[in-house]
């Protein structure tokens, strides 16, 4: 094991490193998507941990292309509305 000490962060220190609510932090937890530790009553994480956590949530470009709609033509989108219309009738 290292000669360097462990840097322990309580729930609430290494919720606002992350930029998160303490109930996200619990969830991740539970989850086992960050590893934590139960010290008497605490919950503490090392903050080694946390770093890593954010570095294997980094986004790799181009993963995103889901979050964006196919864009619809015009001709299409006209065609539908009067399809709807004469359903109607």
Same mark, same amino acid.
């Given at each position: 094991?290292?000669?360097?000490? @462990?840097?322990?962060?309580?729930? +609430?220190?290494?919720?606002?490193? $992350?930029?998160?609510?303490? #109930?996200? $932090?619990?969830?991740?937890?539970n989850?086992?998507?960050l590893?934590?530790?139960?010290? &008497? #009553?605490? @919950? #503490? %994480? ?7 956590? %954010?570095?294997s949530?980094?986004? +790799?470009?181009g993963? $995103? &292309?889901? $979050? ?6 015009v001709?299409?989108?006209?065609? &539908? +509305?009067? &399809? ?5 009738s």
């Amino acid at each position: 094991m290292s000669d360097a000490q @462990i840097e322990w962060l309580n729930t +609430e220190t290494a919720a606002k490193r $992350l930029g998160i609510t303490t #109930r996200t $932090l619990y969830r991740f937890i539970n989850e086992g998507g960050l590893p934590a530790y139960r010290m &008497g #009553r605490v @919950i #503490r %994480v090392k903050q080694a941990d946390v770093d890593a956590f %954010v570095e294997s949530s980094r986004i +790799e470009p181009g993963t $995103l &292309g889901h $979050l964006y709609p196919d864009p619809v033509s015009v001709g299409s989108a006209d065609k &539908g +509305e009067e &399809g709807d219309a004469d359903a109607e009738s």
